[in-house]
């Protein structure tokens, strides 16, 4: 059931909402000071594209400097990709079909606000416990 949800997100939001998270990762690839937040935004578009049977967990490790990197991100970026997602979340809820991707897309905002200081992990996992 996973593959075959993971399949029809991709066609329907995941492709774009990864391109849109590529594209910010990529602008704050260009910036220097921000190559953290650019491979943030880049392992974030590998969860987007393919979602379900995975899903994020804090670090242990995170620190002040991830809260300080967070506050930053979403000014620059996360605020633009939660939008996204909303966005591409009203069409999903129409149909009964896309009600399941909806609710994925809506579960998607709080690691595009916040992406530092977290972690993907699978959902199979116990406890599904960040990967060490």
Known sequence: MRTLLNL???VFAGFWLAVGYAL?????????VTIP???ASF???GYVLWPFGRTV???????????IGN???????GLWLAIG?????????VSIIGIPMGV?????????????????VPTDAPFAQPVR
């Open 24 to 32: 910010a990762g990529v602008l704050c690839c260009v910036l220097i």
């Open 57 to 67: 967990v804090d670090r242990p490790d995170a620190g002040v400097w991830s809260a």
């Open 104 to 120: 994925a897309n809506l579960k998607l905002i709080p690691v595009s606000l916040t992406p530092l200081g977290k972690q993907i």
């Open 71 to 77: 506050v930053i991100w979403v000014v620059v970026a």
């Open 85 to 93: 997602h909303v966005l591409t979340a009203i069409p999903l809820f």
């Open 8 to 10: 029809i997100w991709l």
């Open 43 to 45: 392992r974030i578009a």
């Open 37 to 39: 937040f650019g491979i």
